[in-house]
Every structure is written in C-alpha cells, then in structure tokens.
C-alpha cells in the first residue's frame, strides 16, 4: 500500500498534517490517490476501510463530527452525506480548499478551516466524535497528539493507523520500497492492531475494533 495518507491502498482522509510542532516536518500528503485510482483492487480496500470507518460512526450515535487532519474532505464528504454536522482541519490551505471543491461537488455542507491540533480549545472546539484517520503514524510525538484528540472528544474518538507488518509486507509484494524495507514514506510510527489498542488506551477506552485490510480503525470513549 502507498500513503502519506489519509489513507491508502493509502492516505484514507486524503491529508496527514495536524499541527507543524506536532508534525515536525515529516512528509505529509498523498502519494498514491486511492480515491481516484482505477486499480480495482485499490478501490475495494479503500470502499472496506471508508465503510468501517463510517459503520463506527453510525455505532458512536454522534450527529457532531471534528475531522483531525482531513485532507481532501474525503471521509467528512461520506459523513455529511449520512446527515452529520461535520467540521474539518487540515494545516494545508490548498488541501482545504480541495476539499471545499469536494464538499460543493458532492453537494453537501461541511465546515472546513485551515488550523493545527494546537490551535484547537477543548471548550470553543470539542464535539461528539473527533475524528483522526491515517495520521498518527506520521507524527514524530502520536502521544501528545493523542492526548490533545482526548481532551476534544465529547465522548468519543475514532481513529486508524495502518496495519502493520501487514502494509509493508504488501508494498514489498508489489514491489515498492525494497531500501526501507516495505515502509511507505513518511510513516514513522508502526503498530499491529494489537499495539494500536495498547497506544489508544493511554488516554481513551476502547469500545469497537475494525480491521478493514489492511488498516485497524477503532472507537474509543473519553470516560
């Protein structure tokens, strides 16, 4: 699978950015745009992950969403057609305005800002579901994003990271990335889905797991 994510067969929200101290310069947005790839099989992987990902929200009961670094707008689009009130944030101003013209195109009405995680009050900016797909494992500290995701959720969050070794086992399968080894650039966080609910349960409870291949996409309570 390729990324720099939102996802993949790679960058599932469609951007990896959430705030420059967090980001610290790792590579951010898409190498590979699953959303408009035509390799079939790509596009099934990517339709089982936004289906998983759209299945927990429904299984949150939220109706508010904050979408932590959205990319293009991809998963905001799905959820606002299943009648959310959804919000996106993305440090890029030009991936937020992709995403404007994704928003207009599919016809509904999301609220997208340019802002960082660090610039986010939970008091001013916290709802029901926050949301934080294919961006921690680009994070130099996924800890202290983590932390900042579970003082904004009121009370859940939903978050994904790739499963690995399964994804670079995939990318030596098709052949990419032979010198790291199966690793997509940018990603320098690495979890199993077992590890991955280890991480997420430092700061939040999880209460549903998914495992669309090859991602983990899990909700969690703040409680």
């Given amino acids: 699978m390729e990324a720099g994510e939102g996802g993949g067969a790679d960058s599932a ?3 990896t950015s959430v705030a420059p101290n967090l980001y610290s310069g790792n590579v951010a947005g898409n190498y590979y745009d699953k959303y408009g790839t035509r390799n079939p099989i790509a596009r099934l992987l990517t339709r089982g992950f936004v289906r998983a990902v759209a299945r927990l929200a429904r299984e949150s009961g939220a109706r508010q969403v904050l979408e932590i670094g959205c990319g293009e707008g991809h998963l905001a689009v799905r959820l606002a057609r299943e009648g959310l009130t959804v919000r996106g944030i993305d440090v890029t101003a030009e991936i937020i305005e992709a995403a404007r013209t994704n928003a207009r195109a599919a016809g509904v009405s999301v609220r997208f800002d340019v802002a960082g995680i660090d610039d986010l009050d939970p008091g001013r900016d916290g709802a029901e579901l926050v949301l934080c797909c294919e961006v921690l494992e ?3 500290d996924p800890a202290a994003a983590l932390r900042a995701i ?3 959720a009121r009370p859940h969050a939903l978050l994904s990271v790739p499963r690995e070794p399964v994804w670079r086992a995939l990318n ?3 052949g990419k990335y032979w010198r790291d080894r199966g690793n997509t650039p940018g990603h320098i966080q ?3 889905a077992r590890g991955f609910l280890a991480f ?3 700061e939040l409870r999880p209460v549903s797991v998914l495992q669309p291949f090859p991602w983990t996409v899990v909700l969690c309570r703040n409680d």
Avoid: K, N, T, Y
Wanted: charged fraction near 15%.
């Fill in 150 to 152: 579970a003082r904004l």
């Fill in 200 to 202: 997420a349960s430092r």
């Fill in 172 to 174: 030596l399968a098709r």
């Fill in 190 to 192: 690495h979890w199993s």
């Fill in 138 to 140: 680009h994070l130099p």
């Fill in 13 to 15: 929200s469609g951007g």
